[in-house]
């Protein structure tokens, strides 16, 4: 298993580790949803090294090289990818960076607006950094990433509600997120058609409670619980998730807390990417 990792670059950077993908063996659904997620922050658009990068990572999980779409405007970025082996379609959506002003506004416009895309209404800025990406990846889906066999969608944080938001449009998207916010109400996740969704929260992952559930949010599915230990649980009861958390948030002050590097609260680390796909690699 690959080890946990409390630091800040883990969680801020987390496209500068190497890529977890080997081509000596196939990869799982989660592998590959976890591993493209945190791909999808490689910021191959302004470079080419960075693009070359990105390109040989996905090569080494079978993929041709893949389309980039960008919106400067609203900060939006994903990559698709052919896999020509059984034509499997991916995308991959870019989470929120800290350091782009566009991504900060996207998260915090909190209020609704309605999504006549499916039903019900859903963040507005996730909406709107959706609706600058969705046409130009449906363009390139009935195109040159037409026919396929089947379609991954997926993303971390803020790459993780939009992910959902593709998922509302194309219901015969598998849907994998990491760390996802709220998106819409519960008429939007009364509304999603997509049969195959995960979930994935990391024990204290303080994101997966962001907006509050008081507000006029709810989560679109149930969720994956990934345990401190890094282990997969589905459908856990709350007392369980409780107790774990709370072992967890013990252990982290005493182990990492304040040591040089670190994020201070163990709700933070673990929204890093690489703490959800250690459960997997």
Known sequence: MIPYDPSRTALYAPE?????????APTTLLQLATEASR??????????AEADRLAAALARAGFEAPRLFVDAASGSQAFGAVRPADGLVLVAFRGTQPDELADLATDLNALTTAWPEAAGRVHVGFAGAARTLLPRIG????GDAKPRNGLLLTGHSLG????TLAASVWPEGRLVTLGSPRVGDTAFAAGLRNP???RLVNCCDLVTDLPPSLSAYAHVTPASYIT?????????????VDDDRMRARTAYFGEHAGKPGAVLLRDLADH????????FF
């Open 16 to 24: 500068r580790a190497p890529t977890l993908f080997t081509p000596e």
């Open 39 to 48: 791909l999808a922050y490689v910021r191959s658009e302004g470079s080419k």
């Open 139 to 142: 363009h390139w889906l009935d």
């Open 160 to 163: 993780a509600a939009l992910a």
């Open 196 to 198: 195959q969704r995960i």
């Open 228 to 240: 401190s230990a890094g282990e997969l649980v589905e459908r856990p009861d709350a007392v369980q």
């Open 272 to 279: 890093a990417p690489i703490n959800y796909a250690r459960a």
